[in-house]
C-alpha cells in the first residue's frame, strides 16, 4: 500500500486553496493511474456523493494561478475545463465512486499523507506556540548582551586643565 504511492509525493501535491488542504483531479487522477477525464465523468454521474466540503471547481483566475505555480499551463494559453479541487473527504468518497483496488489503496495513501502533514503542521505549532512564550525573555536577554558587548561611550571632550585657560575675573 505504502510502496504504491509514497507519502511524500502525496504531501507534494496537497495544495491550499480557499483556505484548505486539497488535492487536484489532474494529480489525481496520476494516482488513480486513469484520466483525468474518466475521473471527472465518474464524479459526474455520482455529484450527490460530493458536497461543497468534499470537492469544489475552481474558477478561471485560481485555475491560471494554480496552473502558473505548478507549472502546468504555458502563458497566454486557455483553460478548456477549469480544475476541480478535492478535499480529504473528496478523496475518500472518490474511491467508492471508482471502485477499485488500486482506488482503495491510493486513497489510504492519500488519506495517510493528510494525517501526516496534521501531525507535522501540530507539531509546529506547538513549537511555536512554546518559543511565542519565550520571546519576552529572549527580547531581554539579546538587550542585556548588546549592552555588554557595546563599548563604553565616550565623552566628546576633553578632560582636565589647559595653562592660560582660566580669565581673571
Do not use: C, W
Not at 491550499?16 to 465518474?42: E, P, S
Not at 557595546?150 to 585657560?165: C, E
Amino acid at each position: 500500500m505504502e510502496d504504491l504511492i509514497p507519502v511524500e509525493s502525496v504531501v507534494q501535491k496537497i495544495y491550499l486553496i480557499r483556505g484548505q488542504k486539497v488535492m487536484l483531479d489532474n494529480d489525481l487522477a496520476v494516482f488513480y493511474g486513469i484520466g483525468t477525464k474518466v475521473l471527472n465523468q465518474a464524479v459526474k454521474r455520482n455529484v450527490e456523493r460530493f458536497p461543497e466540503n468534499f470537492m469544489f471547481q475552481l474558477d478561471e483566475k485560481e485555475a491560471v494561478a494554480s496552473r502558473s505555480q505548478f507549472v502546468t499551463l504555458k502563458r497566454g494559453a486557455n483553460i478548456k475545463y477549469l480544475p476541480y479541487a478535492f478535499t480529504e473527504h473528496g478523496v475518500v468518497m472518490l474511491s467508492s465512486v471508482l471502485k477499485s483496488k488500486r482506488a482503495v489503496q491510493v486513497s489510504i495513501a492519500v488519506v495517510s499523507a493528510f494525517i501526516k502533514m496534521r501531525e507535522y503542521l501540530s507539531t509546529h505549532k506547538q513549537i511555536l506556540d512554546k518559543l511565542k512564550k519565550h520571546d519576552e525573555n529572549f527580547v531581554i536577554i539579546f538587550d542585556v548582551l548588546r549592552q555588554l558587548t557595546d563599548k563604553p561611550k565616550t565623552a566628546a571632550g576633553k578632560y582636565g586643565f589647559k595653562a592660560g585657560t582660566v580669565k581673571p575675573i
